[in-house]
């Protein structure tokens, strides 16, 4: 979305973290499996899930190659809200499906910063294409991270989202 907006002229700056569709020609292979069971358990087997992801080990085992590696460190009830969430979400195979096609942004006028976790198992390093985004694009590998970092390093993603747009 962020790139999406600094394409469309409607961002002064852009920082993406784990971007979607920096690929050449696609995802990769393991990515539709890995969200499709989640998708297929989420709305089936609700009450399990709920309770798996409220013990740290648990949720980690769940959500630590589609979110993030170090998810015990998500609150409970937060985790507990993924589920809810994505049992509900009437747009997830859409957006989902949006997501496969590679984007393509060279034009991007604004300053545009995008990171990769190195233990990120979903936009794997081998993925990202960077002839899809501008010449000025400032990338960086950040450690520890995972696909979503933000319970994992809330002060390194605050620190990163700063940086790319001062």
Not at 27 to 55: E, M, Q
Not at 103 to 118: H, K, L
Not at 146 to 155: E, R
Request: charged fraction near 20%; hydrophobic fraction near 45%.
């Amino acid at each position: 979305m962020a790139l999406e907006s600094g394409r469309r002229g409607l961002a002064r700056s852009v920082v993406a973290i784990g971007p979607a569709g920096l690929w050449e020609e696609h995802p990769p292979p393991h990515v539709p499996y890995v969200f499709g069971a989640l998708r297929f358990a989420a709305p089936r087997f609700p009450n399990v899930l709920k309770a798996a992801v409220r013990a740290g080990l648990f949720r980690e085992a769940a959500f630590a190659v589609p979110i993030s590696v170090g998810c015990r460190q998500m609150p409970a009830d937060d985790a507990v809200r993924v589920v809810e969430d994505l049992a509900r979400s009437r747009a997830f195979e859409a957006t989902f499906e949006a997501s496969r096609s590679p984007f393509s942004g060279p034009d991007i006028a604004v300053p545009v910063t995008v990171a990769f976790g190195d233990r990120d198992y979903i936009v794997t390093r081998s993925s990202p294409y960077r002839n899809g985004l501008p010449a000025h694009t400032r990338w960086f590998t950040m450690k520890g991270w995972g696909h979503v970092p933000m319970w994992v390093d809330s002060i390194g993603v605050s620190r990163l989202i700063l940086k790319g747009t001062a």
